[in-house]
């Protein structure tokens, strides 16, 4: 029997979604700018940080809410650990994208050698691809997809590394890179940290459908 | 019929177009305590109550048993009329502004406005269809269409009529324990109350019977004031905009349902909701 009270979680779901689509623009975006080296785009980024924050304490609001009032168990439990723990991953990814562009910014003042940007498109489109899949996972309610996320972020932490070595030696090559491309070395960790996220969100999402620990299930392997 | 209500009836009547409840707005007090003290004999019952209850919202009294709950819900009809050592110390109860003891207010008529459904279901002995009809046939309505109306539109009215719409010949007693309280609901509406007070309504039924009570009072809240009493404070938070917590006889804390849940006032009551008393 549906209860009228189901509708709030409902509710939270959505709100966890949009929450999820803000971010993924946000990240684009971020992106966006650094490559087309577009100031106003990443002033735009900046400013959409506070939506996305909103949208967190709406979700907070509403889980302490229906726990306190509506004594959740099991799947509507968890789906409400969930929506607190996923929430928290994507205001850190917004974070991120916020962070990015305002780097973006400094570099754009100072200039920047075209080889120090090379592996980031492909960074941000394997965390894109991963925050979608996870998000994904979580409106379709596909396990094997969550299951399927952990793994992918070795590429990104792989390229990350091979970025800072490479921004290091720009470094070292010419001083007067040493501004823009530290700089490049948090951006290039900014979507290090957002495929991080993405991988949570696949857990998390993960718990909410099986009621078990990927990571449990991965190490059983 | 008691003493007491006989001198009540006896009395010049106010009308329920004196009462005005046809005229309430959204959102307002209808009803309203103040400085409410009872006593049964010598003992003393409630000590300076006072709230107001909303209109169309469903309020729930919680207190742990013996905090006055359940009396001052039947002080609300006169139901403590029929206790002989019942009395009021002093204070009031309006009704949309009519002090409800008045000597010239008939509680028949209070009664047909200001409903009650009580913990244990009780249909009469008789079929489906006389249960719902028979605060009607006793108001002297005898035309069968408009009996036939008033059965389909109450049982719809408390989720019942798709369960029970072929059987309204068979007794009320036949039905399972969840329906019988739904019944009673039914026969409550019949009459077309104002206000609905359930006592312990939920108490004897099982989890899916409750469920179906809980989400009745969902939708009940649209067209009555709700007042009820529970003992299961998860059902106070699932049905109820707003809440009264008493105790030993004392209103200790009323807000809104998500202030008193998550954040009470009052430490006796965050004590209390949390399993931390006593």
């Known amino acids: ?221 | 019929m008691s003493l007491v209500t006989d001198k009540i009836i006896s009395k010049p009547k106010i009308e329920t177009r004196d009462l005005g409840l046809e005229m309430t707005e959204n959102n307002r007090s209808l009803i309203e305590i103040s400085n409410f003290d009872f006593f049964y004999g010598e003992k003393q019952a409630l000590f300076d109550v006072s709230m107001d209850i909303k209109e169309r919202e469903v309020t729930a009294f919680i207190g742990p048993s013996g905090c006055g709950k359940s009396t001052l819900l039947r002080c609300i009809n006169r139901m403590n009329d029929l206790i002989e050592v019942a009395r009021i110390g002093s204070g009031k109860i309006t009704v949309n502004g009519v002090d409800i003891y008045d000597d010239r207010v008939d509680t028949i008529e209070l009664r047909k406005r200001v409903g009650m459904v009580f913990q244990k279901s009780n249909p009469f002995p008789k079929s489906i269809y006389e249960n719902v009809v028979y605060g009607l046939r006793i108001q002297g309505i005898t035309r069968k269409s408009k009996l036939d109306e008033a059965v389909e539109r109450c049982l719809k009215g408390a989720a019942l009529w798709e369960e029970v719409k072929d059987r309204l010949d068979t007794s009320g007693l036949s039905l399972s324990g969840g329906q019988q309280q739904r019944l009673c609901i039914a026969r409550a509406l019949a009459v077309e109350p104002d206000i609905l007070l359930m006592d312990e309504p939920c108490s004897a039924l099982d989890p899916v019977a409750t469920a179906k009570v809980e989400e009745l009072i969902h939708t009940l809240k649209d067209r009555y004031t709700i007042v009820i009493v529970t003992h299961n404070m998860q059902q106070a938070a699932r049905v109820s905009d707003r809440t009264a917590f008493f105790y030993l006889g004392k209103l200790i804390e009323m807000n809104a349902t998500d202030q008193i849940f998550m954040s009470p006032d009052k430490e006796q009551t965050e004590a209390y909701i949390s399993g931390r008393f006593g």
């Open chain 1, 1 to 221: 029997m549906k209860r009228y009270f189901h509708e709030e979680l409902e509710e939270i779901r959505s709100h966890l979604m949009l929450m999820g689509e803000k971010a993924v623009e946000s990240v684009k975006l971020a992106m966006q700018a650094l490559l087309e080296s577009d100031i106003e785009l990443a002033n735009q980024v900046m400013e959409s940080d506070d939506v996305i924050d909103d949208i967190e304490k709406q979700i907070d609001d509403e889980v302490v809410r229906y726990v306190s009032l509506r004594a959740p168990v099991a799947r509507d439990l968890r789906l409400l650990f969930v929506a607190i723990k996923a929430s928290h991953d994507l205001e850190r990814v917004g974070d991120e994208a916020s962070n990015i562009a305002g780097r973006t910014k400094k570099i754009l003042a100072q200039g920047l050698p075209i080889d120090a940007v090379a592996r980031v498109p492909r960074m941000c489109e394997l965390a894109i691809n991963m925050l979608e899949d996870s998000l994904r996972s979580f409106i379709q309610e596909e396990e094997s997809l969550a299951y399927s996320i952990v793994g992918r972020d070795r590429e990104v932490d792989t390229l990350n590394r091979e970025n800072f070595k490479e921004l290091v030696e720009l470094m070292k090559s010419d001083s007067a890179n040493v501004s823009a491309c530290t700089e490049m070395v948090f951006i290039s960790k900014s979507f290090e940290r957002i495929a991080d996220h993405a991988k949570n969100i696949a857990e998390e999402v993960f718990y909410l459908l099986t009621a078990q620990s990927l990571k449990e299930v991965t190490r059983g392997k």
